[in-house]
């Protein structure tokens, strides 16, 4: 890959808090599962990589690793034609699950709970999933 990691993953947590001027929408999966979709939208990383990304909500738990892997499958399977439209080399999928809420006395805070998937697309036109990098790389928290 030759390319520092890191930025790109802050650039992509900075995602799931900002103010969203993307379009959501209702998407059904080939499952036949539906989801809201968010975005997409462009990041650039302070190393002018420039990444396709959205977000989604899902119904999962977002730490049960294999039902997400294979819900990502299906949401990939609907959002890699539009990054391969517009030539993206990069490519985010945010599976965003039920906040974790933290009752702290008479204070309720919540706190989202998500996971970045990203994909890279070699020079041939295929595609690999980061997080299915043996070993994972230590900023892809599951």
């Known amino acids: 890959m030759g390319l520092s990691i890191q930025p790109l993953l802050l650039c992509l947590m900075l995602f799931q808090n900002a103010p969203t001027q993307s ?16 975005g997409p939208v462009t ?8 990444v396709h990304a959205m977000q989604y909500r ?52 919540e706190r989202p709970n998500t996971v970045n998937f990203l994909f890279t697309r070699a020079a041939d036109g295929t595609w690999e999933c980061v997080n299915d990098q043996a070993p994972p790389h230590p900023l892809i928290l599951y």
């Open 43 to 50: 990041i650039r990383s302070s190393e002018g990589t420039v």
């Open 23 to 38: 379009s959501q929408r209702l998407v059904n999966l080939p499952s036949g599962h539906q989801v809201m979709f968010r």
């Open 58 to 109: 899902t119904k999962l738990n977002v730490r049960d690793t294999k039902a997400l892997r294979a819900e990502i499958d299906e949401v990939w399977a609907v959002f890699r034609p539009d990054a391969e439209r517009q030539d993206f080399k990069w490519a985010s999928i945010q599976a965003a699950g039920a906040p974790i809420v933290i009752q702290l006395g008479p204070r309720r805070y």
